[in-house]
T-cell receptor
Framework: AQSVAQPEDQVNVAEGNPLTVKCTYS??????LFWYVQYPNRGLQFLLK??????LVKGSYGFEAEFNKSQTSFHLKKPSALVSDSALYFC?????????????FGAGTRLFVKA | GAGVSQSPSNKVTEKGKDVELRCDPI?????LYWYRQRLGQGLEFLIY????????KSGLPSDRFSAERTGESVSTLTIQRTQQEDSAVYLC?????????????FGNGTRLTVT
């Protein structure tokens, strides 16, 4: 069975500091991994994805994520946080040719960036 | 182009009534997904469609929940005899097809309140 864990309910960071939002996953075989962001009163928006190849992927708004197969992790990072990054972040996994192609989401991590 | 459209945006209903939630996916997207997001919680997978068929209904919480899709387009999620625990935001998403690495495109959701 597929699963995603986001161990932190909330992450607090000062503006200008680097941020990390953690994600670990479990899936049979190789994964497709995704990060989505949900701003207040808006739908989920796609940030970035890992398919294959380079373990460091870059996405929208200066975010990046690092795939670590041995640790089954896909942590979201940004070198310098902005107040406008404050939102709810979801990690998601889809099994490549497994799991019936459904995408499973983590519980979400709320990011607060303080000015 | 037009994104995923969901209606109604808000629905208040009395316990025991039936409700229908509608999703119009992006034109040409053959895969369609329904998720539930309870207040302060993550996304709970309900069901997905590939074309008009639903290979995975495993997430439907009970037999009060059903969904259908016609014409490889519009989908309707029906909840019969609503209960207060059904109160949540119901999110619909679409993607070009299942089994590939395309991200999901989400609608803004239907906020269901059962009184």
């Amino acid at each position: 069975a597929q699963s995603v864990a986001q161990p932190e309910d909330q992450v607090n960071v000062a503006e200008g500091n680097p941020l990390t939002v953690k994600c670990t996953y479990s899936v049979s075989g190789n994964p497709y991994l995704f990060w989505y962001v949900q701003y207040p009163n808006r739908g989920l928006q796609f940030l970035l994805k890992y398919i294959t190849g380079d373990n460091l992927v870059k996405g929208s708004y200066g975010f990046e994520a690092e795939f670590n197969k041995s640790q089954t992790s896909f942590h979201l990072k940004k070198p310098s946080a902005l107040v406008s990054d404050s939102a709810l972040y979801f990690c998601a996994v889809r099994g490549v040719n497994t799991g019936g192609f459904k995408t499973i989401f983590g519980a979400g991590t709320r990011l607060f960036v303080k000015a | 182009g037009a994104g995923v459209s969901q209606s109604p945006s808000n629905k208040v209903t009395e316990k025991g009534k039936d409700v229908e939630l509608r999703c119009d996916p992006i034109s040409g997207h053959t895969a369609l997904y329904w998720y539930r997001q309870r207040l302060g919680q993550g996304l709970e997978f309900l069901i997905y469609f590939q074309g008009n068929s639903a290979p995975d209904k495993s997430g439907l919480p009970s037999d009060r929940f059903s969904a259908e899709r016609t014409g490889e387009s519009v989908s309707t999620l029906t909840i019969q005899r609503t209960q207060q625990e059904d109160s949540a935001v119901y999110l619909c998403a679409s993607s070009p097809r299942t089994g590939d690495n395309s991200p999901l495109h989400f609608g803004n959701g239907t906020r269901l309140t059962v009184t």
